[in-house]
């Protein structure tokens, strides 16, 4: 999200009137300091800036401590500049999370830590905040320097806050504002290359007792569908994008009411803009469309299967109410034997999750699409089929786990038990196929966690062998629902676990993590086949890399020998960023595939990867006996077969 926002502030900041600096500012280079001590000149240029930018997180305190300790040496550092060469420093200001969370703190003290704080719901209002920034520290005093607050400090958090008007539009659609000068279409030149982040909405509302995001990001809220895949066509049929990632707090909580949809620029003067909204609508329709088609099938697959998932979730919302207060509901539109504190809408024309990612895939055909970060509650049986029946959208889940205990879930008001956990997994994986790559997300010592109820979460770990992990020891947040409730009431959320026991209780997580994706390494990697996205360079001379359809890192030397789109052969310095490559795997290492590149497969965009390399040569028109010696005999589990769901997705 930070990446997205960063997106977001350079578009603000580039229409008020400034340019990024290109670089670090010498000021923060080691060659500055050594220039300094030996009394030698530099390249004073590149400390010219005028804003110095810190977008920050707080989900865990680490986090905060390493931004204090960059903003005390970088204000240092700018300053010792500045004397030297007698200039301005620049104004610092702090962004994000961090800035929600601390608020006025880092603008205390006689050598305060920033200059300016702006919280994420307030970037519009990042410019003035620089100017009263500038103007304090010249001693002038403006109509803005006054009231209960600091004037330059923002941290309001908005109900309705999604920058949708800061993404790009074509660049073939001439635009006018109301002064008749050009609109900027916002597509920047590249920096992110062929993998390009779009944001479709911002806030959490399901407040989990160890989370702080509902307090520094603030509600759940949707973008509007209609500019999400303007977005998304923009940069995948003029900006050059071959991954797209749709990101979000809870991305796949996604939902927003038809009757709600942007339609200002109905009324534009600009026939094509009219044209392109109304063919977008007619995109997003059929997409919804498809999807009610695929709920309705899926709700007749198997009538057992829905009894027990009903006497699950009713386990469930009564263990969780029972534990934690509150009143929690089954969702309809979620998964099955999964519950929520909060009731989203509920009206059959909404557009959620999966029809906006369906309409993203058949509006982008030569672009391949993932998201993060989900909620495992939000992946109904259609988000699974949709996943498994498109092509261009990557077969890779993150379901955040956080623990393995039952007791513990509650604890944090996940909504969920380990089985109705392992119930989704089966399912994925049923769904998708069993090769569908998993990741999580997991807290070691969390309060009052017990030894036995650790021993859960490593056993869950264990079943499931994810393919990657993103493990954590507990870390109280000041504002979560568990910081306000430490000591109080029925339920206790004291921070009791000792330190050094979270240390050993989270090296173990990741011990039986690595034992699993060792074993994934060496028995379901070698010779598996993989489309990549050619990404750039490797880290070694003669090296490329890529990103495969699973998100892992993928490499090889850029001497070896492929087809290319025509069939015949070429050296792989021949790939470009942005190049689709089928790959075999010769050996995985960690999260780092070592492979051979077989083919550049750009005629028709992204597809799923090929079964067998018979599959490819067909792909490629290729004589199949160029690549017979690759044939691994694999056989992949296919998806909505499995569960009796006929895929109908064209």
């Not at 198997?302 to 534990?323: C, K, L």
């Not at 009143?327 to 539109?333: H, K, Q, V």
Request: aromatic content about 6%; some cysteine; hydrophobic content about 35%.
């Amino acid at each position: 999200m930070n990446f997205a926002d960063a997106d977001v502030v350079r578009r603000i900041l580039d229409d008020a009137g400034y340019r990024e600096h290109a670089g670090v500012p010498s000021a923060l280079t080691a060659d500055a300091h050594h220039a300094a001590k030996r009394g030698m000149p530099h390249d004073v240029s590149r400390s010219l800036v005028d804003v110095y930018l810190v977008n920050t997180c707080a989900i865990r305190d680490s986090a905060e401590t390493r931004v204090a300790n960059h903003l005390k040496h970088a204000r240092n550092a700018f300053h010792h500049e500045a004397s030297r060469h007698r200039v301005e420093p620049p104004v610092i200001a702090v962004l994000g999370c961090m800035a929600e969370r601390v608020k006025a703190d880092l603008l205390k003290g006689d050598t305060p830590l920033a200059d300016a704080v702006c919280g994420p719901d307030a970037y519009r209002d990042l410019p003035r905040l620089i100017d009263v920034a500038r103007r304090r520290r010249s001693g002038a005093r403006g109509d803005d320097d006054g009231g209960e607050h600091a004037p330059n400090m923002n941290v309001k958090l908005s109900s309705t806050e999604t920058y949708a008007d800061f993404a790009p539009v074509p660049s073939s659609l001439v635009m006018l504002d109301d002064d008749a000068h050009a609109v900027r279409t916002h597509l920047d030149d590249g920096r992110q290359g062929p993998m390009r982040l779009v944001s479709i909405m911002r806030g959490c509302a399901n407040h989990c007792t160890f989370c702080v995001v509902p307090k520094t990001r603030g509600p759940e809220r949707s973008r509007d569908s209609l500019s999400i895949l303007r977005e998304c066509y923009v940069l995948s049929h003029e900006g050059g994008a071959r991954e797209i990632t749709l990101l979000g707090q809870n991305v796949n909580s996604y939902v927003r009411a038809a009757s709600d949809a942007d339609t200002s620029d109905d009324c534009s003067p600009q026939p094509s803009l009219r044209a392109l909204n109304e063919f977008l609508g007619e995109v997003l329709r059929q997409a919804v469309d498809d999807v009610q088609r695929l709920r309705s099938a899926n709700h007749d697959v198997d009538d057992d299967d829905d009894e027990r998932e009903d006497e699950n979730d009713e386990s469930i919302t009564a263990a969780t109410n029972g534990i934690i207060g509150g009143t929690y509901t089954s969702a309809f539109y979620s998964s099955p034997g999964f519950a929520t504190r909060y009731q989203p809408p509920q009206s059959e024309d909404a557009i959620r999750f999966a029809a906006l990612l369906l309409a993203c895939s058949y509006l982008c055909p030569n672009t391949r699409f993932r998201f993060t970060s989900p909620h495992p509650k939000d992946f109904p049986l259609e988000l699974l089929s949709v996943i498994a029946g498109r092509p261009n959208i990557c077969k890779q889940l993150h379901l955040p786990l956080q623990s393995g205990n039952d007791r513990v879930l509650s604890h944090m008001r996940r909504g969920y038990s380990s089985e109705a956990f392992m119930q989704l997994v089966r399912r994925a994986r049923a769904v998708i196929g069993d090769n569908v790559a998993l990741s999580t997300d997991v807290i070691s010592g969390f309060s009052s966690e017990t030894e036995e109820e650790h021993r859960d979460t490593v056993d869950v770990m264990r079943k499931v062998q994810f393919d990657q992990a993103f493990t954590f020891a507990y870390s109280e947040r000041p504002g979560t629902p568990a910081h306000r409730r430490a000591g109080n009431g029925e339920v206790s959320f004291v921070d009791d676990v000792n330190p050094s026991a979270k240390q050993v209780r989270l090296e173990a997580t990741i011990e039986v993590f690595l034992d699993g994706l060792v074993k994934r390494n060496t028995t379901v990697e070698p010779g598996r086949l993989h489309l990549v996205v050619v990404e750039g360079p490797g880290r070694d001379p003669g090296q490329m890399r890529g990103r495969t359809d699973t998100n892992r890192v993928a490499v090889w030397n850029s001497s070896a020998v492929l087809l290319d789109d025509a069939g015949d052969t070429a050296d792989a310095s021949v790939l470009r960023p942005g190049d689709f490559v089928a790959c075999r795997v010769l050996r995985a290492e960690m999260r780092t595939l070592f492979v051979e590149p077989l083919a550049r497969i750009n005629a028709e965009g992204p597809t799923e990867p090929p079964r067998t390399c018979a599959e490819l040569a067909r792909m490629v028109g290729a004589p199949e006996t160029f690549l017979r010696r690759y044939e691994t005999g694999r056989t992949p589990v296919h998806g909505p077969e499995r569960l009796g769901v006929k895929s109908f997705i064209a």
